[in-house]
């Protein structure tokens, strides 16, 4: 539904949960709550999406996401680069003409433990299909062009007082079970509610600088398609030049260390690129501005009534596409199991999970991928040196870029010790893992052929599902009955294919295509599992 239409005065709308910000993350919330027909309000002052180039790189994972928002065509057909074009990346030593360079594996190394191909596309276009699936969802009130001015919460709910862009006069507040902010790196919602962050600050200055070059595009020939190219130098101390690709032919964007008393007024913008390029090109700037190098993440996601998502829970540098995938994975979180608990179903300890499972994922990916990342690079580059001994740095350079083509295999964002997960005793959650066709408690179900010729996840249903293979029919009987019993929305899937490959008979599925538990035959207590995935009673 859209917003009102717009009168004076002061009134008071109701809807179960408020969405603050409607950027990427703030709309992929609304997309998972109204598609569970639980009513949200997105509430976010620009009118249209910002043209910067940022966030580009969308997983698998995170097209599984459109695929279930039914709007995964819709993202395919707004990319800018051609059908098929390669998405990775060059890392050259030096510049971009040394002739030390290797292009890495991306994430098409694990694309097959994924229902969706992986895509990359300005994070404006993201946001557009975003806003257009909204405006098709009843449930999905959108209030484009208001700015939050105060957020409180008590027993009862929580209360979001809204005015509107250049007419301050008119005024709204909204009433609601929950508030989430989706308000990015400087989120009221976060500081009005007391949640901290844990900060690493780096102490260093960077520039983005958008322009187009097709004189860049046609200096790179030299390499094998690619959509970032990263350099490493000797003076940078671990920190990136990189490009990276808007369209093929003409438009990038560009992020580099510069100095802590830089200004955009007095920054030689141009020198830097072909520092980095290697040579001299003509270019267009369009954009230069400037940021801080910092990684925070936030010590819990709730307080109360209120969360947090996205870049109000985690920041950190623009590698890697992490922050947008790691929000938009935040939203699919938090978003089933808050339709849970207004439907009745899930409990209070459902929600806990959320901040339990979600906050080791980005404050391990912080430590042990961005800042250990740059940490190594760092002291790759100081310890070996072309110029001091030739032969030594290629076999470091060598070893450096063997260990890079692991990088995508290790990286398996899981929950397996949450406390709505029967997964293995003693385990915690974390990034580092291994892609696996089996099916493991507190990991991602990958993609299977069923004998109907469907893959298991156009077969999945919005709820929990049980796929049964081969099990025992009572054992699966005993799953619907308790579920029944307990309104907990349950599928059962039977087949005879997936046995082999998911290594068990009987897999229950969460409604964000997790695992929760897996077996040969029932579980002790079938009612008993069921409420632990369920919020309504922890672990143990």
């Not at 619907?480 to 349950?490: K, N, Q």
Request: glycine share 12%; with cysteine; charged share 25%.
């Amino acid at each position: 539904m859209t917003a009102p239409t717009r009168g004076t005065g002061t009134r008071t709308d109701r809807h179960q949960v408020v969405v603050v910000g409607g950027g990427p993350v703030g709309m992929a919330l609304a997309l998972e709550l109204g598609r569970r027909g639980t009513s949200c309000a997105v509430v976010e002052r620009r009118l249209t999406p910002q043209a910067i180039p940022k966030g580009q790189n969308l997983t698998q994972r995170t097209l599984e996401h459109f695929y279930n928002w039914g709007c995964v065509e819709e993202l395919r057909a707004a990319r800018v680069l051609p059908p098929g074009y390669p998405i990775g990346g060059v890392v050259a030593y030096g510049d971009l003409m040394s002739e030390y360079w290797h292009a890495p594996p991306g994430r098409e190394a694990v694309g097959a433990y994924y229902f969706q191909k992986n895509e990359r596309l300005p994070q404006c276009a993201t946001e557009t299909v975003l806003r257009a699936r909204a405006r098709e969802l009843p449930a999905v009130t959108t209030l484009f062009g208001w700015s939050v001015v105060g957020v409180g919460q008590d027993e009862r709910g929580t209360r979001v007082e809204i005015v509107a862009d250049g007419d301050p006069g008119e005024r709204r507040s909204l009433e609601a079970d929950y508030v989430v902010g989706c308000d990015g790196a400087r989120s009221m919602v976060r500081e009005q509610m007391g949640i901290d962050r844990a900060r690493a600050d780096f102490d260093q200055r960077m520039v983005l600088a958008v322009f187009r070059s097709r004189a860049l595009h046609e200096g790179l020939a030299r390499f094998p398609e690619r959509t970032t190219y990263r350099v490493l130098h000797p003076d940078l101390k671990g920190y990136w030049r990189f490009f990276g690709r808007v369209d093929v032919g003409e438009g990038w964007f560009f992020h580099a260390p510069v100095p802590a008393d830089a200004s955009v007024e007095r920054l030689d913008v141009r020198g830097l690129l072909e520092a980095a390029a290697g040579f001299p090109f003509t270019c267009e700037l369009d954009y230069v501005g400037l940021w801080d190098l910092r990684v925070e993440v936030a010590r819990v996601y709730r307080n109360g009534r209120a969360f947090i998502a996205g870049d109000a829970c985690h920041s950190h540098p623009p590698y890697g596409g992490y922050g947008l995938n790691s929000g938009i994975e935040d939203a699919v979180n938090l978003g089933w199991k808050l339709a849970a608990v207004l439907e009745g179903w899930g409990g209070e300890h459902l929600l806990d999970s959320y901040s339990e499972e979600r906050q080791p994922i980005f404050a391990e990916t912080g430590r042990e991928v961005i800042a250990a990342g740059m940490e190594r690079d760092r002291a790759f580059l100081e310890r070996y040196r072309p110029d001091r001994d030739l032969a030594e740095f290629e076999q470091a350079w060598a070893t450096q870029m063997a260990n890079a083509d692991t990088g995508p295999q290790w990286y398996e964002p899981h929950y397996e010790g949450s406390s709505i997960v029967s997964g293995p005793p003693g385990s915690r959650c974390g990034v580092r893992g291994e892609h696996s066709f089996a099916a493991r408690p507190g990991h991602h179900l990958a993609p299977q052929r069923l004998s109907d010729g469907r893959d298991v996840f156009e077969a999945l249903g919005p709820g929990f599902t049980l796929l049964a293979f081969g099990a025992d029919g009572a054992a699966a009987a005993g799953f619907e009955r308790d579920a029944a019993s307990l309104g907990l929305p349950l599928e059962v899937l039977r087949d005879r294919y997936g046995r082999t490959a998911y290594e068990s008979r009987l897999i229950l599925v969460r409604p964000d295509q997790y695992v929760a538990w897996v077996g040969d035959g029932a579980p002790e207590d079938p009612n008993r599992l069921l409420r632990q995935v369920a919020g309504t009673r922890p672990a143990g």
